[in-house]
């Protein structure tokens, strides 16, 4: 079987699965796999598939076709130009969270000459140490709750080659009495209720990562009603939102701090993705 072929056989696997990027996900096995580029692909379509790789292919499309997401079977995913490790303890990083960390690097320009910066919920560290890595000026300190989150936080910083604080602990717990320039966070935010309608993809994903209690704002409450004990004057905090999470949200953040400006920024799509207050 050529690459082509095995293009085609797997694509056709995954659109009769209900896969929703079947094309995609075909080519991102296949280049991980073979350790080829999207144009080597194209134009080496005709070469044969050495049959110790198309062992690996069909395992991995086995996976895939049953539902788990592609990023847990190559063990990676792509963030903000960087690649981070991800395992089934840790959220996937999303381009919808790219948005976040956007607009927190604008931030972080007129933010002084060494900025202190906190991820919340880090997860796979995408937040953090993405800042860590395209803000190097910025002290950035990781926290989770999951210490098999943290692990895998580690990892990427060391393959990232940043340096990042790493802490255990339940949100500010983690940090103590420690005070940041800019505070971010993509917490828990699908309400309880909704998790078991959740696409099977995500039903992959650590459940800790995923539930923001009955109203899906648990998280939002804790955050806004603590985060003025760890801002220091000027400093702002961003916050990752659900769909039409944004509004209540935003008054969370204005009720609890003394706001010189707050808002919501946008996604790709046109959602309302961050909510941001500066004091």
Not at 6 to 16: E, M, Y
Not at 216 to 223: K, S, V
Not at 243 to 272: F, H, R, S, W, Y
Request: some cysteine; hydrophobic content about 45%.
């Amino acid at each position: 079987m050529n690459i082509s072929d095995w293009l085609a056989h797997a694509a056709s696997q995954l659109t009769a699965s209900g896969c929703p990027d079947p094309q995609i996900d075909a080519r991102w096995m296949a280049e991980d796999t073979l350790g080829m580029s999207r144009t080597e692909l194209k134009f080496e379509s005709d070469r044969a598939v050495p049959a110790e790789a198309l062992a690996r292919l069909e395992a991995m499309l086995a996976r895939r076709c049953a539902g788990e997401p592609v990023q847990y079977i190559l063990g990676s995913a792509d963030f903000m130009g960087l690649k981070f490790q991800v395992a089934p303890g840790v959220l996937i990083p999303r381009q919808d969270t790219e948005t976040l960390v956007e607009a927190a690097l604008i931030a972080l320009q007129s933010a002084g000459a060494a900025p202190a910066v906190l991820d919340l919920c880090t997860g796979s560290g995408c937040i953090g140490l993405s800042l860590a890595s395209l803000a190097p000026h910025a002290s950035v300190t990781l926290c989770d709750a999951s210490r098999e989150a943290l692990e895998i936080a580690k990892k990427n910083m060391h393959a990232l080659g940043v340096k990042a604080d790493i802490r255990h602990g339940d949100l500010f717990a983690a940090v103590g009495k420690a005070r940041f320039d800019l505070i971010a966070s993509n917490p828990p935010y699908i309400p309880r209720g909704a998790l078991s309608d959740l696409q099977r993809e995500v039903q992959y994903e650590p459940r800790l990562a995923l539930d923001g209690g009955p109203d899906g704002l648990d998280f939002y409450r804790r955050i806004a009603g603590e985060a003025g004990a760890h801002l220091n004057p000027g400093g702002s905090i961003y916050l990752e939102v659900g769909i039409g999470q944004a509004p209540a949200v935003l008054e969370l953040l204005k009720a609890a701090l003394p706001c010189l400006e707050a808002g919501t920024i946008k996604d790709l799509n046109g959602i309302e993705r961050v909510v941001f207050a500066k004091i």
